[in-house]
Antibody
Framework: QLRLQESGPGLVKPSETLSLTCTVS??????????WGWIRQPPGKGLEWIGA???????YYNPSLKSRVTISVDTSKNQFSLKLTSVTAADTAVYYC????????????WGQGTLVTVSS | QSALTQPRSVSGSPGQSVTISCTGT?????????VSWYQQHPGKAPKVIIY???KWPSGVPDRFSGSKSGNTASLTISGLQADDEADYYC?????????FGGGTKLTVL
């Protein structure tokens, strides 16, 4: 059974960089045919797609966040990561990692989510 | 403001059916059959219940069904059960990225 687990600091200061890692177990992040992505949810609000990385390393980002986001994959550690620069309070959210099957809209596996608060 | 428009809330009694709409534009819902629906209980991660407009992931009962007409996708839940009370989100491909709806809170009366 595939499992995704987010990890990283729960508190980040304004203007600094938010860094999260998603560790994949029970499967391989280098398996062909999948996108590995990040989605966030501010407290009490809806979901927002941040971006994703394909198994080839190609990345796709939300146009509204593109200038601040980097998503990368580390096949040696079976992980993929998110970096979001110049954070503000508006970036406070639960961050989820998820897998999407290529050629479909099926996001079938999600992490449990991790709350990141931006505050000084 | 969310890219896809959903009603803030819907409600129904056990055994009844409810439909949640998801309105986008010709650049997202209207152009692609890549619409998915997610159910989210409080404090939990979203769970996919419909993908590619009408398809069921493994293990999801056929009480949940999806459809699309023009720029609007819909999720219908029949035979409402208490455990269906949750937030529901639609999501659509938009050419180079993905957009979510603002979410709909379903209350089972």
């Amino acid at each position: 059974q595939l499992r995704l687990q987010e990890s990283g600091p729960g508190l980040v200061k304004p203007s600094e960089t938010l860094s999260l890692t998603c560790t994949v177990s029970g499967g391989s992040v280098s398996s062909s045919g999948y996108y590995w992505g990040w989605i966030r949810q501010p407290p009490g609000k809806g979901l927002e797609w941040i971006g994703a990385v394909y198994d080839s390393g190609t990345t796709y980002y939300n146009p509204s966040l593109k200038s601040r986001v980097t998503i990368s994959v580390d096949t040696s550690k079976n992980q993929f990561s998110l970096k979001l620069t110049s954070v503000t309070a508006a970036d406070t959210a639960v961050y989820y990692c998820a897998r999407r099957r290529e050629g479909t809209s099926l996001r079938d596996y999600w992490g449990q989510g991790t709350l990141v608060t931006v505050s000084s | 403001q969310s890219a896809l428009t959903q009603p803030r809330s819907v409600s129904g009694s056990p055994g009844q059916s409810v439909t949640i709409s998801c309105t986008g534009t010709s650049t997202d819902v209207g152009s692609y059959n890549y619409v998915s629906w997610y159910q989210q209980h409080p404090g939990k991660a979203p769970k996919v219940i419909i993908y590619d407009v009408t398809k069921w992931p493994s293990g999801v009962p056929d009480r949940f069904s999806g459809s699309k007409s023009g720029n609007t996708a819909s999720l219908t839940i029949s035979g409402l059960q208490a455990d269906d009370e949750a937030d529901y989100y639609c999501c659509s491909f938009a050419g180079s990225h993905w957009v979510f709806g603002g979410g709909t809170k379903l209350t089972v009366l």
